[in-house]
């Protein structure tokens, strides 16, 4: 049982080239959630999944896209990187919303 | 909006000393709280949460936190400090939505032999 798990664990970006995040639980839960860990800002909701077929904006959501491929796995894509995008990204899944969110072990990105 | 307030950004403390970490909340209804530590380089951890009942909550590694409405606080306490406790601890609060947790801005402990 691995929880959630992300890959890659860390990539270095040109400002203008793409890539996608990828997370997967293997809990059964229905909903996945994106933050990013910023110094100072604690973490901050990018985009959640309430339920597989269902995605909706959270707090910073500018410059992303998200996709719930099915119930395990919620992608999160930058298509065009800039500095400001440099960060920790964390992917979370829960049962359901308001119960107990479980954290993947993050993605580091720079962003040159 | 709701919020979540870790008043102290940094703290020392002894091993074997007890520890406090703060933690205030703004929420119009019942909240439901929760705790995480992150050690460096790691995920977050969940030590323990609060939805309902007993307001005082027990978790793992020997943490506990106490909820108290009239001072809107969760603050978490450890009686007896390790060095391995070293992290970030992270207060957050489920939005009214359920559809995030809004996380305070973390605490960085410290442990000095």
């Known amino acids: 049982n691995a929880g959630v798990t992300q890959t890659p664990k860390f990539q270095v970006l040109k400002t203008g080239q793409s890539m996608t995040l990828q997370c997967a639980q293997d809990m059964n839960h229905n909903s996945m959630y994106w933050y990013r860990q910023d110094p100072g800002m604690g973490l901050r909701l990018i985009y959640y999944s309430a339920s597989e077929g269902t995605t909706d904006k959270g707090e910073v959501p500018n410059g992303y896209n998200v996709s719930r491929l099915n119930k395990r796995e919620f992608s999160l894509r930058l298509e065009s990187a800039a500095p400001s995008q440099t960060s920790v990204y964390f992917c979370?899944?829960?049962?359901?919303?308001?119960?107990?969110?479980?954290f993947g072990p993050g993605t580091r990105l720079l962003v040159l | 909006a709701q919020s979540v307030t870790q008043p102290d950004i940094h703290i020392t403390v002894s091993e074997g000393a007890s520890l406090e970490l703060r933690c205030n909340y703004s929420y119009g209804a019942t909240p439901y709280l929760f705790w995480y530590v992150q050690s460096p380089g790691q995920g977050l951890q969940l030590l323990l949460k609060?939805?309902?009942?007993?307001?005082l909550v027990q978790g793992i590694k020997g943490f506990e936190a106490e909820f108290k409405r009239s001072q809107s606080s969760f603050n978490l306490r450890k009686p007896s400090v390790h060095w391995s406790d070293a992290a970030e601890y992270f207060c957050?609060?489920?939005?009214?939505?359920?559809?995030?947790?809004?996380f305070g801005k973390g605490t960085t402990l410290s442990v000095s032999s």
């Open positions: 609060y939805f309902s009942g007993d307001t």
């Open positions: 957050a609060v489920a939005n009214q939505a359920g559809t995030a947790l809004i």
């Open positions: 979370a899944s829960s049962r359901s919303l308001k119960e107990t969110q479980y």
